[in-house]
């Protein structure tokens, strides 16, 4: 089964300025995931864990939390806030039996910088590898896993081609 | 404050298996201040058991509130306004509060959100640590403000036992032995004499051994 995974990334004003300016088409060209969504905060450190909640409970299939590096927030301590609260997420998930790895917290330097896309690829194929969430409602899920039909196991055509 | 703790998720979900609609219900007073049971948590916790549920293959409907408190009978009254509405209760207030529903709302069912620890403080931002065993025969007048009861691993009331080495306690390295703090408070306090004061065999019916306490009040019943 092959699926677009949705992942939500939640970024501050200041580790997402250029991604923002890149606009869609740009981050395409950079290789930004195609199920990926940008969710713009003045700081990280502004996340509730309800809110990261919710992008489960909406269909996410993994989410990601870019902020400041840890010492270099623009608001002190904001993507340290931030840090906490996706593990505390990370340990609700595992308490629900799901693969803890679906969240994730990333220190970025301000600015556009390759490793914001690396951060959203990262997340991309890890999710790719675990799967779409357990929590996914097909029903009312935005983005519902594309069922892939296996293709019929066809004798090879012959070398040489068809006869004309 | 009464300290408590969100029980895990899972356990909650299993508590709800049979309902299909619950009242998540919050208080405002200390597990609200203890970051256990109130808005934001009843928030989360509701968030929770929808994935929780949804993961078993099922809907659950939630409604989310935060009551005043959950320890008096004009509070807990007011859940009326959800009469039918719900299947069972999840309470994330002390076990003070799920007493108190379960006590006044006899054919509610109620669940505990919360795992109710001890009666202790904010040494730091996110750490809390016990501080009052709540045993009904205060000696804190005697000991410099520091309870042995609720502080020493083995509730001893005359002194250190043999354990106590370089001030730390040998049950647990992590906090200290309170005879020592007792002893090295009163001597800044210039009352070292109190030390020297024996406790008597101590009744713990006060403590809750004599069985559930009550407090009458004459001069406020009504």
Same mark, same amino acid.
Not at chain 1, 7 to 17: D, E, G, L, R
Not at chain 2, 60 to 87: F, P
Not at chain 2, 180 to 202: E, F, Y
């Given at each position: ?5 949705d992942i939500q990334i939640f970024c501050c004003h200041y580790t997402s300025q250029q991604a923002i300016a890149e606009g869609t088409?740009g981050l395409?060209?950079d %290789?930004f995931p195609?199920g990926a969504a940008i969710n713009r905060l003045s700081c990280s450190g502004k996340l509730q864990v309800s809110v990261l909640l919710k992008a489960f409970e909406d269909g996410a299939?993994g989410v990601c939390v870019v902020g400041c590096p840890a010492d270099k927030c623009h608001n002190v301590m904001g993507s340290q806030r931030a840090a906490h609260r996706v593990l505390a997420v990370r340990?609700a ?6 693969? %803890?790895?679906r969240i994730e917290m990333f220190h970025l330097e301000r600015g556009f910088h390759p490793e914001f896309i690396e951060a959203a690829v990262l997340m991309?194929? @890890?999710? @790719? *590898? ?9 029903? *009312? *899920?935005k ?16 070398? %040489? %081609?068809?006869?004309? | 404050? #009464? #300290? ?31 970051s256990?049971?109130g808005e934001r948590e009843v928030e989360i916790?509701?968030s ?45 207030? /002390? ?16 669940? +505990? ?12 931002q996110g ?20 309870? +042995? ?10 002194? +250190? ?14 906090? +200290? /032995? ?22 008597? #065999? ?21």
């Amino acid at each position: 089964m092959s699926f677009t995974p949705d992942i939500q990334i939640f970024c501050c004003h200041y580790t997402s300025q250029q991604a923002i300016a890149e606009g869609t088409d740009g981050l395409k060209e950079d %290789g930004f995931p195609a199920g990926a969504a940008i969710n713009r905060l003045s700081c990280s450190g502004k996340l509730q864990v309800s809110v990261l909640l919710k992008a489960f409970e909406d269909g996410a299939d993994g989410v990601c939390v870019v902020g400041c590096p840890a010492d270099k927030c623009h608001n002190v301590m904001g993507s340290q806030r931030a840090a906490h609260r996706v593990l505390a997420v990370r340990k609700a998930l595992v308490e629900l039996g799901v693969e %803890g790895e679906r969240i994730e917290m990333f220190h970025l330097e301000r600015g556009f910088h390759p490793e914001f896309i690396e951060a959203a690829v990262l997340m991309d194929e @890890r999710i @790719r *590898t675990l799967g779409a969430s357990p929590f996914r409602d097909e029903k *009312t *899920t935005k983005n519902p896993v594309k069922k892939v039909p296996q293709k019929s196991a066809k004798k090879p055509a012959p070398k %040489g %081609g068809k006869k004309k | 404050m #009464i #300290i408590a703790e969100r029980k895990p998720v899972a356990e909650i979900v299993e508590m709800v298996a049979d309902a299909k609609r619950v009242l998540v219900l919050g208080c405002r007073g200390c597990v609200s201040v203890c970051s256990a049971g109130g808005e934001r948590e009843v928030e989360i916790l509701a968030s929770l058991l929808r994935l929780g549920c949804k993961k078993k293959g099922r809907e659950l409907k939630t409604i989310e509130a935060t009551m005043v408190r959950q320890c008096d009978r004009e509070y807990i009254d007011a859940i009326d306004q959800w009469d039918g509405q719900y299947d069972a209760i999840v309470s994330m207030a /002390c076990g003070v509060g799920v007493n108190f529903i379960a006590n006044l709302r006899p054919t509610d069912i109620v669940y +505990p959100g919360v795992n109710t620890g001890c009666y202790g403080g904010s040494t730091e931002q996110g750490v809390w640590t016990e501080q009052c065993a709540g045993c009904g025969n205060c000696v804190l007048h005697l000991t410099g403000g520091l309870c +042995p009861v609720a502080r020493c691993a083995k509730s001893l009331m005359n002194g +250190p036992c043999g354990g106590s080495q370089n001030g730390v306690c040998e049950i647990n390295k992590d906090i +200290p /032995c309170i005879w020592q703090s007792i002893h090295d408070r009163l001597q800044r306090t210039g009352r070292r004499a109190d030390m020297d004061k024996v406790a008597p #065999i101590r009744d713990w019916s006060t403590s809750g051994h004599g069985g559930p306490r009550k407090v009458v009040r004459d001069d406020l019943t009504v």
